[in-house]
């Protein structure tokens, strides 16, 4: 499978992630996971995968975004 660099997307993860609040998600636990991930622990990785996955989704479902 493809593992994604998710530790050096740090900036980028920051903002797709906490840069919008949308109220589906608590921030204080993204933003727990995305310090976990940068701490070096390696489980919160899928979280933060499908969390970025559904945000592209959204920008692009939902506020009409283009890829």
């Known amino acids: 499978g493809f593992v994604p660099p ?7 993860l920051d903002e797709a992630l906490l ?6 998600v608590r921030p204080e636990a993204v933003r727990g996971d995305l310090e976990a991930l940068k701490a070096g622990d390696p489980r ?24």
């Open 6 to 12: 998710l530790l050096s997307w740090a900036g980028f």
């Open 19 to 24: 840069g919008r609040d949308r109220g589906l």
């Open 44 to 67: 919160p990785l899928h979280r933060v995968w499908t969390c970025l996955a559904f945000e592209a989704w959204c920008r692009v479902f939902l506020d009409g975004e283009r890829p």
